[in-house]
């Protein structure tokens, strides 16, 4: 029997508007470092729908909450894990 290895899969976070005060989870850089918000052991990076900064990296898929909004750190633009 063949296992399958494990393959880094990159997802595209959606963009979306800046969400209302207390709707969503929202994650934001204090400094302005650019750097993942988390860092896992899982195999897949999410990365900003607009610029491709990386926004969490080796993570597992579903390791992060539904309803959490990254503002990415170089474009500051809001973005969603599908
Ligand atoms: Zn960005």
């Given amino acids: ?10 997802v595209n976070c959606r963009v979306t508007p ?19 918000f988390i860092v896992g052991r899982g195999d897949v990076d999410y ?3 607009k610029c491709n900064n990386i926004i969490a990296k080796n993570v597992s898929q579903g390791q992060i909450a539904a309803d ?3 503002q990415c ?7 969603e894990v599908e």
């Fill in 18 to 36: 800046e969400p209302q005060e207390g709707t969503r989870s929202i994650y934001r850089k204090d400094s302005s470092k650019i750097e993942p």
């Fill in 1 to 10: 029997m063949k296992v399958g290895g494990r393959k880094l899969a990159r």
């Fill in 73 to 79: 750190p170089n474009c500051q633009s809001f973005n």
């Fill in 68 to 70: 959490a909004v990254f």
């Fill in 47 to 49: 990365i900003c729908g």
